[in-house]
Structure formats: C-alpha cells, structure tokens
C-alpha cells in the first residue's frame, strides 16, 4: 500500500473498517458495547428525573401559595386604602367644626389675658392696718382636696405671699395642712431678709365660744423658703398637721357655717408677740416642715 497521508481521525476510521472486514465479530462487541453504553445514559437520565420531579412539584405548590398570598396581601392594600380615604373624608369633615374650636380657645385665651391686664393680673389682698386678713373657704366635701392658693402682701411695700390650704394624711389620720410661699416682689431691694416676722394663722370659731385654733409660724432664718426670692417664688413651707380634719368635717362642727371656714392671718411686723385677735389657745411650729 502506498503511503496515504491522512489524519488521525482517517486513520482511525480506516483501521476500525479493516478490522471489520477481516473479523465481523469486532463488529458485533463494537455494537454491544455501544447499547451498554446507551443503556446506562438512560438510566442515569432516568434517575436524574425521578430526583428533579418531587423538586419541581414542591417549587410549584410554592408558586401556587406566593401567588395567593400576593393576591390576599392586594386584598388587605386596597382595604387599608379604602378606609384611608374614609378616615381623609371624616378628617376633612371634621376639620371645620375643629378649627372654629380651636379659634374659640385662642379668643377666650386672649379675652382672659386681656382681663387679667386690665384688673392688674391675679388678685392681691393687702393686710389691713393691724397686718391682719380673714380668709374665708368653701368647706370640702370630698378627700383629698386643694384649695386655690390666695396671694397676700402685707402692704403696698412689703412681702408678697400665697397660702394654699389642703387636705393630708399622716399616720392614716387626716389633717388641714397650711402652707405658705414666699414670692419676689418689686421692692424686695428695700426690705429686709431673711423674712424674719412670725404669722399667726387662726381657724375661726363661728359658734362666739372663742374655741379659735392658733398656730404660730415661726420662721427658720436658715431656711431657703424665707431668702429673698431668686426666682419667681421661693419653696413651699408647710404646717402639716394644722388641726385634724374632722374639725370641718364634723356635721357639729363650730368652724363652719353654711358650708364656709375662716382662716384669719396675722403677720407681726412690729413683734409685739401678741395677736388681735382673741384665741384661748395657740399652738407651737413643732409640727412646721420645709418641702
């Protein structure tokens, strides 16, 4: 044979062909082991299905239920839009009715302001010429209460102060505590400090027996409640255990009539030591306590 020049692949061809030709039964296994080959592709393919199946079925059953949820969770959107629109609707409804309130606070607000500019703002009561001043109450009928502080100055010059009166329990007992600030006035430069004078508070017998209840504050000069007021006022100090409540609870009682009490005050300027009025007994400040 001459020499042919071919490729590899040629060759390769060729010699299967002789191969063939001088012995049929290299056909025959050629044959055999490709089927062998085929049969095992197949059976992978086989297997290889059989794993994605269950696979594509749970992706589908998860496709299904996304689907459904996206289509409730549209439902629930187009709901809360719905009452949106309901609650701008009411809002816009309402929003007259609101603002035409809201106009008629800030008018009252200032109809007040301007009375309280007129009148010289809150009301003071100026001592008399014997630093006295009777305070009269309305009676409480519930527990616990606070009545409206009333602002005193004991003159046209002097030291301006507020006494609140209220209701407290010590000892699951209830008392009629008294307490008293101290605030800053316009001629605070031209008195003297610490607020030295003592205050007779007196709870008024109606009945003319002269059962009176005194109690005499004496002020701490140590104490920052009677400074001089670096701020608006100064802190609260208190007589906790002025007398025991049922003094003006009892339905008996001498302290009030029709439903009114007094508290009479008096401030020693000039320290007498004495007080105008007629009393058959006054107390101490052992219970008088800073808060």
């Known amino acids: 044979m001459k020499t042919h020049y071919l490729s590899d692949q040629h060759q390769y061809i060729l010699s299967l062909k002789t191969a063939e030709y001088i012995d049929p039964k290299h056909r025959q296994a050629q044959i055999e082991n490709c089927l062998e080959i085929t049969k095992n592709e197949h059976r992978e393919l086989h297997e290889t299905m059989n794993n994605i199946l269950p696979a594509m079925e749970t992706l589908s059953l998860n496709q299904e239920r996304i689907k459904l949820e996206a289509s409730n969770i549209k439902t629930i959107i187009e709901q809360n839009q719905r009452n949106m629109d309901e609650l701008k609707k009411q809002s816009n409804e309402n929003k007259k009715p609101l603002e035409e309130s809201v106009e008629k606070q800030s008018q009252l607000q200032t109809d007040m302001n301007n009375i309280k500019q007129a009148t010289g703002k809150d009301p003071v009561l100026i001592l008399d010429k014997d630093c006295t001043a009777t305070l009269p109450f309305n009676s409480p009928n519930t527990l616990p209460f606070s009545l409206d502080p009333v602002k005193i100055i004991t003159s046209k010059y002097g030291y301006p102060f507020t006494i609140r009166l209220c209701s407290t329990n010590e000892s699951n007992r209830d008392y009629l505590s008294i307490f008293l600030t101290l605030h800053r006035g316009k001629y605070d430069n031209l008195i003297p400090y610490p607020f030295k004078y003592n205050i007779h508070f007196i709870l008024w017998d109606q009945s003319n027996q002269q059962n009176h209840i005194e109690y005499i504050l004496k002020p701490d000069a140590n104490s920052s409640s009677f400074a001089r007021p670096i701020q608006e006022k100064n802190d ?11 003094y003006l609870t009892d339905t008996q009682s001498i302290y009030v009539k029709d439903g009114i009490f007094f508290i ?10 004495k007080n105008p009025f007629q009393t058959k007994s006054s107390m101490d400040n052992t219970e008088m306590i800073c808060t």
Request: with cysteine; hydrophobic share 50%; charged share 25%.
């Open 264 to 273: 009479r005050v008096f401030v020693d300027i000039l320290n007498t030591g």
């Open 236 to 246: 609260e100090y208190g007589i906790i255990k002025f007398c025991l409540l049922e």
